[in-house]
């Protein structure tokens, strides 16, 4: 089956031809304070008159992957999953949401960012372009999707209160958040990938908005209730924000996710790497 592909120096990201992607998209992984973005993106339902896609990404390079949770109502799990949101008969996707199910050595954090938002917009430009061919129109240049982080992170005392928020390269918020607390730009980030991802995000020129809740992370003894409150409180700033468009999280399916190794005490939870 042929693919779109996208390439970053050691990891790739590839999506079945013809695979769509929604102006809007939003990214959760495994976070470390529990995963609790992957769990969230794991967990939703539709409203009625909506449905949801699941389409497995396969991400290729010199690195073994595995899915993170497993869940027995949502069929076999894969590491990298895009979850297309439909809102009524429209053949076109309001929301696309990407959960990466997954944990990877620290050493290959930042090519796996540098994929991820490679896919993002390089999948984007060439469905736009194409539909500008079919429609008989010159290729102009089109505009970026914009990405939502959503995830859990340990923060200052200050902000362990409460969703906060934080924007790049122009990124607009939903009205619905513009009320939260913005992220100090002299804030640490102490988890790995969430830092490789921010300084990719910069970089890069990608619009895009983090939504983060505060977290702790998992003890050696932690079970994934322990965490739950926080995954449950990401949720509802995520719904309500209407970042999953006629999808919502549905706690059931949350509690039948259970981890499919000891990933907790081996996710790189990483040091001060870096300011916002």
């Known amino acids: 089956m042929s693919t779109s592909t996208s390439t970053s ?7 079945p031809q013809g695979t769509a992607l929604a102006q809007q998209v939003v990214l959760g992984f495994c976070d470390g304070c529990g995963g609790i973005g992957s769990r969230l993106l794991s967990s939703l339902r539709t409203l009625p008159d909506a449905r949801i896609e699941d389409i497995p990404l396969q991400l290729q390079g010199p690195v073994e992957v595995k899915p993170a949770f497993d869940c027995p109502s ?20 309001a929301v696309s949401a990407i959960c990466l199910n997954c944990v990877v050595p620290e050493g290959q954090q930042a090519y796996l960012a540098a994929a991820l938002l490679a896919f993002v917009q390089q999948h984007h430009h060439h469905q736009q ?3 500008q061919q079919q429609a ?3 290729q102009s240049q089109c505009p970026s999707p914009m990405l939502a982080v959503v995830a859990a992170m340990t923060m200052p005392s200050a902000l362990r209160k409460g969703a906060h928020v934080l924007q790049w390269n122009g990124a607009t918020l939903p009205q619905q958040l513009s009320a939260l607390p913005q992220i100090p730009p002299t804030t640490k980030v102490q988890d790995s990938m969430l830092a490789v991802l921010l300084h990719a995000i ?14 702790h992370k998992p003890g050696v003894m932690s079970r994934l209730s322990d965490s739950a409150d926080t995954l449950h409180e990401l949720a509802h700033v995520v719904e309500g924000a209407g970042l999953l468009g006629r999808a919502i999280f549905d706690a059931s399916v949350a509690e039948g996710l259970s981890p499919t190794h000891n990933w907790f005490n081996s996710a790189p939870g990483g040091g001060e790497l870096m300011y916002l």
Do not use: R
């Not at 120096?9 to 999506?15: G, T, V």
């Open 129 to 131: 372009h194409q539909q």
């Open 136 to 138: 008989g129109e010159s």
């Open 9 to 15: 120096l050691l990891l790739s990201l590839h999506a």
């Open 202 to 215: 910069n970089t890069t020129g990608q619009p895009a908005v983090l939504i983060a809740v505060p977290g």
């Open 74 to 93: 949502n069929g076999k799990p894969s590491p990298v999953v895009l979850k297309n949101i439909y809102e009524g008969p429209s053949t076109s996707p």
